[in-house]
Structure formats: C-alpha cells, structure tokens
C-alpha cells in the first residue's frame, strides 16, 4: 500500500484524475524529472528510458522486491518479474512478458534487467547456476550477431526475439528455447547515414589478435570494406575490442567448441569479403550485357578460407541456370544482376549464420522432453515504426505490433471480466477500438495485402511493384483503413505527401506511409540456385550445413515460402503461445531523440503514448471501478477512519471494511464488495479516504506526542526523586562514616597516652637506670651481624668488571659499607694481577701507557684498545738482512713496520721500514734493503701527532746531534698509537725522560737551516680511508688533508 506514499505525481495512472492525455503526459514528465521512471497501469508497466545508469538495481534491490507484493512498493520492473515467477512457482501458471516499445526505448535492457532478476530470486546449486548463466550469456551473444546502431538506438536489436524460459517444480531453470524474427538482413549490404552495420563485424576488426586476423585474411581497418559504413566506425561509450572477448567468453559459457566458435567467425569474414567482390560490367559477341569480376584476387581468397574453386564462385556469382523439367539454360547476369546475386548472397549466409547461432544456443539450453516443465516466456520485439520511407520491413513490423495489440486489448478485457466474474460483480461492456479490422486488412488468406503481395510474386507474366500497387487500389479503393494517390483522387482528396508508389494505413498508432518499391523483390527473398549449390560445394562443414537446398541430388523445383509468408506464419504461433500464458506487460518509452539524459519531449512521448494505447488501456483498467484491493490489507490501512474499528477489531476482514466505509457515509454507487476485494469506482473517492486517512493520522501523531511526553516528564520526575533519595542516603552515611572514624581516631590517641603512661610506670619501678644501653648495644650487634651474614650472602660476582654492589640497609652502615666495597674491589684486581702472566703484564702496561698518551686526545684511539699491539709486522724472523742492520748489541726489536716518509721539499711520500730498537730508531730503504738513517734516542726531542684518524706524525730532533742537523722527519704509519707508545717507553728506558708527544693539527719542521710550517686539515672523507694528501703553499709552509 506504499505506492500512494511518498509517490511523486501518480504511481498508477488508473488513479489519474482527470483521464487524458495531457495531464498522462505531466505525470510522465514529472516522475522522469525525479528520477522514477517506472509507473503503473493496473498490472501493465510503463518505463521511460533514463539514458543513464540509477541506482535502482542489484541484489538490495532485488531482496527487497522479493519479499513484497506488487503494489507494496514504488512501481519497478523488479516487481513485475517477481510477481511473474511467483505465479508461475506458486500457482503453476505458465507466464509472458510483453517488452514492446520504440527503438531505443530500453526493451532490451529491460529484458535483460528481468532475465536478471529471475536468475537471482530462483534456485541454487551447481546445475541451476550453469543453466542461469548459460541463458544470461546467450544475451551478449545474439546482441553481436542481431543489434547494430541506429540513428535513433545505439544498441538498436535487429532482430525480434521470443525466449521461452522453463522450470521445474521448485521454479529452478531447466533450460530453455529462443525463437528470433525478421532479422534485418538488408543491413549487411546497406545502412544509412549515421547507422552502422552489426555489431559483429566491428568487434571482429577491433578485439581479433593478428594471428586470428591474419587466419581470416582480414585487416583490421574498416575502411577496407564495402559492406561497413565508413563514416561511423566507431560508437560512443561501447568498447568493440572488449565487447568481442565476452562475445567470445559467452560462446564458450553456452557450449560452443573451439572449431564452431572459429567457424562462425570464418562465415563472419567471408560476408566482409564478399562487399569487397568488385563486379565488371562487360559485353558478349552477341551485343548482350554481361558482368565479370573486375579483381579475381578476393574471389581467390574467399575461395581459399571456404574450400571452393574460384572459378566456380566467379561463375555463380556471374551467371544463372534456369531449369526445367526437360532442358537447362545458363543465361549470364548484367551487372546489376550480378550485383544483385552478391548482395543476395550475403544477406542469405548472414540470416541463415544467425538462425543456426539461435538454433546452436538452443540445442545447448534446451530440456529433456520428457521433464514436467513450467514456462515463462520474455518477448523482445521491434516497436511500432513510423520512418520518413517505410518499406517491406516496416510494414511486417507494424503488422507483429498491430497483432501484439490486439493481443494486449483482448487479455486485459478478459483479464477484467474474470476479475469481476470472481468477485460476482456485473460486468460493464467497455467501448473501444478494435483494431481486428486492420489486421484483417493485412492478413486475411484471400483478401488481405500479404495474401495479394504472394499472389503477384506468383504469377506469371510482367510483374512489378506497380502491378501490385494497383491490384491494392483495385481491392481496397473503398477500405475505410487505406489509402492511396488513387483512392484520394477518386474521393477528390489533395494530399501533397503521398506519393504515386506509396500506400497508407489507418494503424491504431496512427497512418503510415509505404513505398512499395521493392516490395516484390524483398518479399521474394530470391537466392539463384546456383549461389546455394556453390556454398555447397565448399569445403567448409558450417558453411555447407547453412544451404542444404544446395545438394544436387535433393534439387527442387518447388518455389520456396516468401518472407511474407513466413513471417505471417511465425506471428500466428506466437500469437497462439501468448493466448496460452499470463501475459505481463512493459511498455517501453524513448523521452528524447537524442539519447540524452533528463530531457523530456512532450510531443515525442504523446506520439508514443497514442500508438500504445496508454489511455485506453487505462480506459479499459477503469471500465467499472478504477481501484480494487483486498480487505484485509484494506481494513489494515483504513481501519483508523472508524470508531469501531479502531484500536482493535476482532470481526472478519469485509465486516469491518463494511463498517468503515458504512461510518464514512459513501455512496453506495461509488462501491462495490465483491467476494474477496472491494471496488472504488472513482479516483476521487479513493483520494478522499487518503486525505482522511492523512489527517487521521495527524492527529493520531499528536495524540501519540502528547502521550509519549507526558509519560517521558513522569518517568524524568520519578528517576530524578529516585535518584535524589539514594544521593541523600549516600550522603548522611558518608556523615556518619567520617564522624566515626574521628572517633574512633581520637580514642586510640588516648589510649596510646595512657599505655605510654602506664609503661613509663612499669619501667621506673622494675629496671634500672643502665638497661637502655644494654638494650640499645644487644640492638645495633644484632643488627650489624644481620648486615655482615646478609652481605656474605649477597657478594658479586668476582668479575672485574662488575661494579654492583648492595646497599647498606641502614644509613649508619653507609660508611662501613663503602669501605667493604672499597676492599672488594681491590681484592679482585689483586686476585686478577696474580693470574697475569710477564708476557700479559706487559702488554696490559703498554695498553696503559696508550691510554694515557692518547685517550680523549687521538681520534684513532678507541679503535687501537681491543687490538692488541703485535710489534712485528714485517715478519722480521724470517728476514735475516734486516736483523742484521740492526746491530748485535741493541737486543731485541720493539717495533717493526712499514712507513711512509714524507718529503719536506714537495710533500711526496716514499716509502721505509721502521725498526725501534732499545736504542734507536733504523729507517731502512725498502727497495734496496739498506740502512738510510739511524737515529738515536736520545736524539728524539718531540713527536708531534695529529688528533685526526690518521697515522701522520713528526720526530723532532735535537740541533746539536749529527742526525739532527739534517732537519727533523715527517712520517706516516698505519700503527701510530702502538709505535709511539713503544717509543716512549724506550726513550723512557735509555734516557730516563718522558718523551714530549704534542697533540696538534699545527706544528714547525725543521730543513736543514730552514723550517716548514706544517698544517693539518680533514678533508670530506678523511674519516673513512685515512689517505692523505700533501700540497706545498709557497716555499715555507706544508698543508696536509688526511
């Protein structure tokens, strides 16, 4: 019942006051402006085609429609298909959905929309879903095959198609058929400006790799072929790369196999080739026009992917055997023929291509005939067509929509009447216009213009579309429904839009114009013998297949049915399988011609709404009462309206419906109470229960408000006293609580007193002066030997390393305590000194003496400590000659190395071995092994060293000593630290002095009678390599970076 609320305008038109058609129209217009674009007749569904994507679908929506009766919720396709399926599950009644609109309406998105929704409210299981998804991809695949662009439609179907979807007992898909009609074949040939041809050959050209392109001999440009539109390749918003990939993947879904599925794009490719088959005119030697291929390379090509000789194919295409029952004649075609049979031919291998996909989807969807099957069929069908030329295809399309009408008048009267005939209440018979004239008019077997069209592509003798057109004047000049440059001259009628070719029918949408030119020729569909029997001939098993006609041995003379014929024949069965189901209807509305989102054009939608007969469906829905419902959901909305029945009524549902309606004091012509349902005659009454109902409601809201707040201010009142008392509570024991606990406070203070009292008493009466020192001295030994065990028990460990130490437990310990920690200590380096070996003892004093040379003043000291200092770094055992230069009294070597001696003069280095001995200093050249310089150590005045990472140092030496004289020297070692350690230590030995070793980036060298002021920088990676560089600046001054 929530379709009269919160509905902008009027969700169902049978409530629309006053019924015509221009307050239909703003009703229209004022639901599409607020994006609802579905509306309600009765059962019948209008759509409007929003151009744009609403957030109106997916599994919310469809939980939420599932669970909901038709009109419970705002009108939606959803709603529709759920009360289709639930008929169909629940009360076995086969089902149908009538999608009738305009091109580019939304008929095939809606049939899609309900195709989804049954799939998603239907069983589950492994089988189920495999059935469901293969008919949901039969859409993208006849969608490549049968839509193509229009100038009204981007995704324009081609094509009418009828699917018959079947269930099993539970309502779970079985299967299911499709069955496709009048497919637009002269578009393979032929399109009009701004249309394209079908989608098929674009996706092909633009989703095909090379490889498949190459296999097909296709390129990928669409210039290159005749058949395709050059002007409009290409379709905003669709993508026909990506597009042929699902076509491809929903192939496979349906069950086609790889070589089919290569087949079928094989005769795509061969129906591009043949566009591009360019005919010749030519003559014989006998004056008589003939036609011949002008580039014999694409009929070789065709003939090559098919299997067939080309020169077969030239002679099919070229010429054309007549046969009789006794002779054969082979006459050749002129160039139009020739033209003609091309065309022809590819139009047939399209049509019959698609007819065999349909054919394919349905072997893979089909049931087994022996299961017990419901059926729901989904109709989706070209609307009615009113073009500035209207021809043949027009004019069959009509005729489907005028029986389709006709269909939809009858089921919905007879739909009412059951209704009524239910309910036991008199039926009304309801004036309207029946189209059946019209449709005898087109159809009847004798009369009829199909009948007449057969006729005259039958006869012998000259025929043409102007033969038929007068045999139409002759039968009809009179028919009230046609019309013709004839028949208005006989009635001395002007009319300046009717041409002398044409013909006019009165169509219940309105009068439409057709030129029979090619009229005959269309109807014939005429496909020359000899076309059919080269097809067959190919080498190709799908190809073969599409013309069976064409075996030699089954040739037959008999004319095939013509495309009238067949047509008619096709409407009758779907006519008779509508009859048999429950129709639901979707009324497709186009807003705009631009496909443009938000605009509504007043004029284009009345023109639709006429021809669709909106407002006499909505007549026929209003013929006896416009609204009808059951009691119960009725007395459940309108029950508020009476005394009786509100709050609670305890009678049956029409009862209290009676009693109501009996307070309100309606007419009795305004109802009706039918067995299950009341009926309301006008809108207006209905209307006028809302509004009484709104205004119940209003006050019904107050008295609820006025209810609620007094029970909130008394429910407020007693939590706030409830609360005041237990805070009041609170509070006076909290009193108490605290003036006890001062009580209680000040006895204890009083009885301390007076204990204290009473020992002070005692104490003076039983002990001595003396006992407090003896107590006191008995107190601190007790202590102390508890200090002293507790301290034996808790002693580090006897690392050196570790520290830690207990705390006094008492202040007056602190003393003896750092004392005891003092002699703990020293006892473990005493312990450690023991274990030291002469060899350990020595190292560890050098290591000392290291630290207090360079410590916070080397930056490369940290890195010297854990490395322990080796002495020997040339492996002087094993060098007799250097043993040698050192002399046999100097003992042993202290320091063996390698350094670098920097030259004074241009700051290039050279490099020397360093021997420290007990007495001197040996700088050895290394190239020739031999002693340069020895320098005495009591020569060595001062070593300079920088605070850098690296090795650079200076030995100064006295003036007066003959080494000296020559100047002092400036060398670099790897091992600074560990050299000038060893000696200080000898200079210490030999002369009983401490070295000088000056810590400095800037220091004075000696040549010979001048000095060179030397100054050490670090430069950018001076940390990392420890390499140095030495630039002279002027004749008296050295710069180093290191």
């Not at 095939?108 to 069983?123: N, P």
């Not at 979807?165 to 299911?176: A, M, N, R, T, V």
């Given at each position: 019942m929530t379709l009269m609320e919160d509905s902008v305008g009027v969700g169902d038109l049978v409530l629309l006051e006053p019924l015509e058609e221009e307050p239909l129209l703003k009703n229209l217009q004022l639901r599409y402006e607020n994006k609802e674009i579905y509306t309600y007749i009765g059962n019948v569904l209008i759509s409007v085609n929003p151009y744009q994507q609403?957030?109106?679908?997916?599994?919310?929506?469809?939980?939420?429609?599932?669970?909901?009766?038709?009109?419970?919720?705002?009108?939606?396709?959803y709603a529709l298909a759920n009360v289709a399926y639930q008929s169909l599950r629940d009360r076995d009644r086969d089902q149908c959905i009538l999608i009738t609109g305009e091109s580019?309406?939304?008929?095939?998105?809606?049939?899609?929309?309900?195709?989804?929704?049954?799939?998603?409210?239907?069983?589950?299981?492994?089988?189920?879903?495999?059935?469901?998804?293969?008919?949901?991809?039969?859409?993208?695949?006849?969608?490549?095959?049968?839509?193509?662009?229009?100038?009204?439609?981007?995704?324009s179907s081609r094509f009418g198609k009828y699917m018959d979807?079947?269930?099993?007992?539970?309502?779970?898909?079985?299967?299911?058929v499709i069955t496709n009609y009048l497919l637009e074949k002269s578009r393979v040939v032929k399109q009009l400006e701004g249309e394209r041809n079908f989608h098929i050959f674009y996706?092909?050209?633009?989703?095909?790799?090379?490889?498949?392109?190459?296999?097909?001999?296709?390129?990928?440009?669409?210039?290159?072929?005749?058949?395709?539109?050059?002007k409009v390749s290409r379709v905003d918003g669709m993508d026909d790369a990506s597009n042929f990939k699902s076509v491809q993947n929903a192939m496979t879904v349906i069950g086609f196999s790889e070589t089919e599925i290569q087949q079928v794009l094989e005769v795509t490719a061969l129906v591009l080739k043949l566009g591009n088959v360019e005919l010749a005119d030519e003559s014989q030697t006998n004056g008589i026009s003939a036609s011949g291929i002008r580039d014999e390379r694409g009929v070789q090509e065709i003939g090559e992917m098919i299997g067939l000789n080309?020169?077969?194919?030239?002679?099919?295409?070229c010429s054309r055997t007549m046969k009789t029952a006794k002779e054969e004649v082979v006459t050749t075609l002129n160039f139009t023929q020739a033209q003609y049979a091309r065309d022809a031919l590819a139009k047939n291998i399209y049509s019959r291509l698609f007819n065999w996909i349909v054919n394919r989807i349905n072997e893979s969807i089909k049931v087994g005939s022996g299961e017990k099957k419901k059926v729901m069929g989904v109709l989706d069908i070209y609307g009615f067509e009113i073009l500035e030329d209207n021809s043949f295809e027009q004019f069959v399309i009509n005729y489907c929509n005028e029986k389709l009408q006709q269909v939809f008048i009858e089921m919905t009267l007879k739909e009412e009447q059951e209704e009524y005939k239910r309910e036991g209440i008199p039926w009304t018979k309801v004036d309207y216009f029946d189209n059946g004239i019209i449709c005898n008019l087109i159809e009847n077997n004798q009369q009829g213009i199909l009948a007449m069209l057969d006729e005259e592509c039958l006869r012998p003798g000259v025929v043409s579309d102007s033969t038929f057109l007068v045999k139409l004047n002759q039968v009809f000049s009179k028919h009230g429904y046609y019309e013709s440059k004839v028949t208005q001259n006989a009635q001395r009628q002007y009319d300046h839009t009717m041409g002398l070719s044409c013909f006019r029918i009165c169509h219940y949408a309105g009068k439409v114009t057709y030129n029979v030119n090619s009229f005959i020729d269309k109807n014939n569909d005429l496909l020359f013998r000899d076309l059919s029997q080269a097809m067959w001939k190919a080498q190709h098993p799908l190809l073969q297949s599409l013309f069976p006609e064409g075996v030699p041995t089954q040739t037959s003379l008999k004319r095939p049915p013509t495309a009238?014929?067949?047509?008619?024949?096709?409407?009758?069965?779907?006519m008779k399988n509508l009859y048999s189901k429950n129709p639901n209807y979707i009324r497709c509305i186009k807003p705009n011609e631009h496909q443009q989102r938000g605009q509504f054009s007043s004029e284009l939608v009345a023109v639709q709404t006429r021809y669709l007969g909106l407002l006499e469906n909505v007549r026929v829905r209003r013929a006896g009462y416009a609204y009808r419902q059951r009691y119960g959901p009725f007395l459940e909305r309108y029950r508020l309206l009476g005394r009786s029945t509100w709050p609670r009524w305890n009678g049956g549902d029409r009862e209290g419906v009676e009693k109501v309606l009996g307070e309100l004091s309606l007419s009795s012509e305004e109802l009706a109470f039918g067995k299950t349902k009341i009926f309301i005659r006008s809108p207006k009454t209905l209307f006028y229960l809302e509004e009484k109902r709104r205004l119940r409601l209003q006050q019904l809201a107050t008295l609820i408000q006025k209810i609620y707040r007094g029970w909130r201010c008394r429910t407020h009142y007693q939590l706030m006293r409830k609360s005041q008392i237990l805070i009041s509570s609170w509070f006076r024991g909290n009193m108490q609580k605290k003036r006890y606990a001062k009580i209680k406070a000040s006895v204890v203070l009083i009885q301390a007193f007076v204990r204290g009292w009473k020992a002070r008493k005692d104490y003076r009466k039983y002990f001595r002066s003396g006992a407090a020192l003896t107590l006191a001295d008995f107190i601190y030994k007790s202590i102390t030997q508890k200090f002293l065990l507790g301290l034996r028990n808790n002693l580090p460990s006897t690392n050196i390393l570790d520290r830690t130490w207990p705390a006094a437990p008492y202040r007056c310990f602190n003393t003896a305590n750092q004392e005891l920690q003092q002699l703990f200590y020293r006892w473990k380096c005493k312990r450690f000194r023991d274990r030291l070996s002469p060899k350990q003892v020595e190292i560890l004093k050098e290591k000392l003496c290291a630290s207090e040379l360079f410590k916070g003043k080397k930056a490369s000291y940290p890195q010297s400590v854990p490395i322990p200092f080796c002495g020997d770094y040339l492996g002087l055992q094993g060098n007799p000659k250097l043993q040698k230069l050192k002399g046999g009294e100097e003992g042993p070597v202290l320091m063996a190395d390698t350094v670098k001696k920097v030259n004074r003069g241009n700051g290039k280095t050279s490099s020397r071995i360093l021997l420290l001995t007990k007495g001197h200093v040996i700088l050895i050249d290394t190239k020739k092994s031999q002693a340069k310089t020895v320098i005495g150590l009591d020569s060595v005045a001062e070593v300079s060293v920088t605070s850098f990472k690296d090795g650079l140092f200076s030995l100064h030496l006295n003036e007066i000593s003959s080494v000296g004289s020559r100047g002092d020297f400036l060398l670099v070692s790897e091992h600074v630290i560990e050299l000038l350690t060893k000696m200080y230590q000898a200079v210490l030995d030999a002369t009983q002095r401490q070295l000088l070793i000056s810590v400095t980036e800037k220091f004075s060298v000696r040549f010979k009678e001048s000095s060179v002021a030397v100054k050490v920088i670090q430069g950018p990676e001076g940390d990392r390599n420890g390499k140095l560089k030495c630039k002279k600046k002027g004749s008296r001054c050295l710069e180093v970076t290191v």
């Open positions: 609403l957030p109106i679908y997916g599994p919310e929506f469809i939980a939420k429609y599932r669970d909901y009766t038709f009109y419970e919720l705002k009108p939606h396709i580019g309406a939304g008929k095939t998105e809606a049939s899609k929309l309900v195709m989804s929704y049954v799939a998603a409210v239907c069983g589950k299981g492994e089988q189920v879903n495999s059935v469901k998804e293969q008919l949901l991809q039969s859409n993208p695949v006849l969608e490549a095959f049968g839509n193509a662009k229009t100038i009204r439609n981007n995704n979807i079947e269930f099993d007992f539970k309502g779970s898909p079985l299967g299911g996706q092909l050209l633009a989703g095909a790799d090379a490889h498949l392109l190459e296999a097909l001999k296709l390129e990928r440009d669409t210039s290159h072929y005749a058949y395709l539109n050059q080309s020169e077969e194919l030239e002679k099919a295409l009238g014929a067949q047509f008619k024949s096709s409407v009758a069965i779907l």
